[in-house]
């Protein structure tokens, strides 16, 4: 990685996404991706599929991370990725989907066109090296 790369911080947007109401997960993943160096945005609670795009959009991050426990993974993402793709913003935006996902479900989201499927567990250095790796350049 380049200095210049290194001096444009990476933008994360954490969002969480339908009715879950359990976010203590994203609040420790936001505060790691702070303490990482990124620029953090917090979404809050119980938004819906197209308000995280608008938020990802306006921000202009380079990275969303979707923490979603409540299992309608499978309706809620294609809907984001859907909104992001309207917006021409997904080729350029790095999408995480952190939680409970059945191996099953977690093919399906990365054919979808997420990056990457973190569960419970997942040590936070190996996220963080993700998104270094992996951060689209803005």
Do not use: W
């Amino acid at each position: 990685m380049s200095a210049d790369q290194e001096q444009q911080s990476i933008r994360c947007l954490v969002a969480k996404v339908g009715l879950d109401g359990h976010d203590r997960g994203a609040h420790v993943i936001a505060r790691a991706f702070r303490d990482a160096g990124f620029e953090v945005i917090y979404s809050g609670l119980h938004n819906a599929p197209d308000e995280i795009v608008q938020a990802a959009v306006q921000e202009d991050v380079n990275v969303l991370g979707i923490s979603i426990l409540s299992g309608a993974h499978d309706t809620l993402v294609p809907k984001i990725v859907e909104g992001l793709k309207e917006y021409d913003a997904f080729d350029d935006t790095l999408i995480l989907v952190g939680g409970v996902v059945p191996d099953d479900d977690k093919a399906e989201l990365k054919e979808l066109g997420v990056a990457e499927v973190f569960g419970p567990g997942t040590p936070m250095e190996e996220t963080i090296q993700f998104v270094r790796e992996n951060a689209p350049e803005r």
